[in-house]
């Protein structure tokens, strides 16, 4: 009587086909595919790079995203991500941080124009978004976290939500002690229902 294998061997597997019945597909998605896929995910980016003097400094950039009193739409928040770029120097000291605040005040705006996610979508955003390489003053503080040195991302698959009439402001800011070139990066995703 032969010893034949009750399981497959690793090099001759069995193979099978698939027996879910679902009528819809059995895997599960984030809002945010369907949301790219019907044109309503946009994206803004800004960036601030700066070389510090002697002393060092903080380098900041701020993305805020305004919901129209009486758009009609909801802005879902699906990630933040960005970077902070540093050369740093042995003798120096490096600290960074990212923050999301309810609503605040920029200083010296600049208007950002959101992109859709979908190309071939002729949709463009409702939001008002700007940047400003300046922290945010007033508002309210909701979430905060130290950043290393390096890229960062943080999905919120929809968490936050703006209503209209409301604004969200993410704020990335790097500070060096002594001299250094030092960038800030901010990417602010969203999806509008």
């Not at 010893?3 to 497959?8: A, G, L, M, R, T």
């Not at 009193?69 to 740093?88: I, M």
């Not at 940047?131 to 003053?137: H, L, Q």
Request: proline content about 7%.
């Amino acid at each position: 009587m032969p010893n034949d294998y009750v399981f497959d061997e690793p090099n001759q597997p069995v193979y099978t086909n698939l027996t879910n019945t679902y009528k819809s597909p059995g895997i599960i998605a984030p809002p945010e595919t369907s949301a790219g896929a019907t044109g309503n995910l946009y994206v803004v980016n800004a960036i601030n790079s700066t070389s510090l003097g002697l002393l060092g400094g903080t380098v900041t950039i701020t993305i805020q995203v305004s919901n129209p009193a009486g758009s009609g739409k909801t802005l879902y928040v699906s990630r933040e991500t960005g970077g902070v770029n540093v050369a740093l120097n042995l003798l120096s000291s490096f600290s960074g941080n990212l923050t999301l605040t309810k609503g605040g005040t920029l200083t010296s705006p600049t208007t950002l124009t959101p992109v859709n996610s979908n190309f071939a979508s002729t949709r463009t955003s409702v939001m008002t978004a700007r940047s400003s390489t300046a922290a945010v003053t007033g508002g309210t503080t909701f979430y905060s976290v130290p950043l290393q040195a390096g890229p960062f991302i943080y999905n919120e698959n929809g968490s936050y939500v703006v209503p209209p009439g409301q604004t969200i402001t993410m704020s990335v800011s790097a500070s060096l002690t002594v001299a250094g070139l030092v960038g800030t990066t901010a990417d602010l995703v969203w999806w509008e229902a």
